[in-house]
């Protein structure tokens, strides 16, 4: 589990035309699970998997999940729970996914420096 700077995560993308897109992708759905202390779920690689058989659908499923997570992590911890999964939802419908990413990470960012 490691910090990570979402400047440089976002530059990343862009550079590589989205590859490290993926495996920031794959990289925030095991740590959220891991936050979460959720070992049965969803691993990175199969979310990504899914996403693609499902042309891009199951996506929306994953972004609302993954910010029920981090309310749930949130709570855990004491802090605010914040309807993550609905901005996320709304962001991925706009086109702007990378944007939830970003928001995704400075939560497990928060939550890693806790």
Do not use: H
Request: aromatic content about 16%; proline content about 1%; charged content about 15%.
């Amino acid at each position: 589990m490691q910090r990570r700077e979402i400047a440089i995560s976002i530059v990343l993308s862009v550079i590589t035309c989205g590859i490290y897109g993926i495996y920031w992708f794959i990289k925030l759905n095991d740590e959220i699970n891991y936050l979460a202390d959720d070992r049965m779920a969803t691993t990175g690689g199969m979310a990504f998997l899914f996403s693609i058989l499902s042309c891009g659908i199951y996506l929306f499923y994953w972004m609302y999940k993954m910010g029920e997570k981090l309310d749930g992590i949130y709570i855990n911890k004491g802090w605010p729970a914040q309807s993550r999964g609905i901005l996320y939802l709304i962001l991925s419908f706009f086109g702007l996914s990378i944007v939830s990413y970003a928001l995704m990470q400075d939560s497990v960012n928060k939550a890693i420096a806790a």
